[in-house]
């Protein structure tokens, strides 16, 4: 099409008015990196012109050619890749420098196998997919990727139709009409004019390529006077309000000026966490991210969300620091509840791992071991 319009506003006296001056041969040619071209610039009878007197130019680099009374012709050697989509302008030019005629080469390589291919769902009724061109990526030509798709066992071939703008051309989106509880079988071809590939054939149901948004409203805020705690909390996906779904969450936070993230594991499915032993007087940033887990029907557990917007928090200047990493009970000011936390903490690190034991629920079962730990000691005393 840029050819097209190039010859279009350069010549339109010639294009417009008497038959064509000359003619280029071959025209519009598509050939395969390193191959040779010879090209010839024929003049029409009755033209006036001499052969010798013209010149040809590649994307306005002049060359040189080989003349006879009517014809001049010119070889392009081991060609190399061609700088635009739309082909290389080879131009044949008449003494005073108008463009008497010419031609488009496309110079390029078949397409590689596409990989990478990838797919996710946001709300379970869409589908998004992105892959990877394969090889080095760069064909130099023309190439048309078509995502397509179909049910396992029974469903037609139907092509992507919402491939995204530049700005991720390995991409496409299917918005509506999808089945649940079936698998669809996924690929990608890729072609163009030298050849074409197929990627390997992926096959998912959608409820097991769920993925959310990341967690919104996340605000960290101090404990009281505690130097060493935070507080997170954060708004849970409206996604995640379908009863298909559950959540696990996922938090990470580094000092200000840091770059190594530490991770809080598995802060189960609720939306608030209490950070422990952090540095007194110190800046944190924390980020949350969310996966949807127990999907009704799904054998797997979803896809991570990206992490959230960082928010940020100071811990007072002072306070006393006691162990653990996350702790969603609300702190108590007097010392015997905080003995009692701190037997907790130690039974914790034996009988359960990560954020998402820290409950009240546990710690219930802890009060009730201690109990029965104490009765027993009381028995045992007695029977001595």
Same mark, same amino acid.
């Given at each position: ?10 010549? /339109? +006296? ?49 060359? +040189? ?67 990877? /061109? ?164 799904? +054998? ?27 702790? /969603? ?8 509840? +905080? ?46």
């Amino acid at each position: 099409m840029f050819c097209l319009v190039f010859l279009f506003v350069l010549v /339109p +006296r010639v294009l417009s008015s008497s038959p064509p001056v000359a003619a280029v041969s071959p025209q519009d040619p598509v050939l395969p990196i390193g191959s040779s071209l010879t090209a010839t610039c024929t003049l029409a009878p009755g033209s006036g012109l001499l052969a010798s007197a013209l010149y040809w130019t590649l994307n306005g680099a002049r060359l +040189r050619g080989v003349a006879s009374a009517r014809v001049l012709s010119v070889t392009l050697p081991r060609l190399r890749g061609s700088r635009q989509r739309s082909g290389d302008n080879l131009v044949c030019h008449g003494p005073d420098g108008r463009v008497l005629a010419g031609s488009c080469l496309h110079v390029g390589m078949p397409p590689d196998k596409p990989v990478n291919l990838t797919c996710w769902s946001r709300n379970t009724k869409d589908l998004s997919c992105r892959w990877s /061109p394969g090889g080095a990526g760069e064909t130099h030509i023309r190439t048309k990727y078509a995502l397509k798709y179909k049910l396992r066992w029974y469903g037609t071939e139907k092509e992507c139709e919402g491939y995204s703008s530049a700005t991720r051309p390995y991409s496409c989106y299917i918005p509506r009409n999808l089945a649940l509880f079936t698998p669809y079988e996924i690929w990608v071809e890729a072609t163009n004019q030298l050849g074409s590939a197929t990627s390997d054939i992926i096959t998912l149901d959608i409820l097991d390529v769920v993925t959310t948004d990341p967690p919104a409203n996340v605000h960290v805020s101090r404990v009281g006077d505690l130097g060493d705690q935070l507080t997170v909390r954060w708004a849970g996906s409206p996604e995640l309000r379908d009863v298909l779904f559950q959540a696990k969450y996922q938090i990470r936070y580094r000092l200000e000026g840091g770059t190594e993230w530490k991770v809080v594991d598995d802060v189960g499915n609720q939306t608030s966490c209490r950070l422990a032993g952090l540095r007194p007087g110190t800046v944190y940033f924390v980020q949350v991210r969310c996966n949807p887990v127990g999907i009704y029907g799904s +054998r797997k557990a979803g896809i991570w969300s990206e992490w959230s917007h960082a928010s940020a928090a100071s811990t007072p200047s002072d306070g006393r620091l006691q162990s653990g990493s996350c702790d /969603p009970k609300p702190a108590e000011p007097n010392s015997t509840l +905080r003995r009692e936390l701190k037997q907790f903490f130690g039974w914790v690190r034996k009988h359960a791992r990560g954020c998402s034991g820290m409950s009240v629920k546990l710690y219930d079962q802890w009060r009730a071991w201690l109990q029965k730990s104490h009765e027993t000691s009381i028995q045992v005393d007695s029977a001595k």
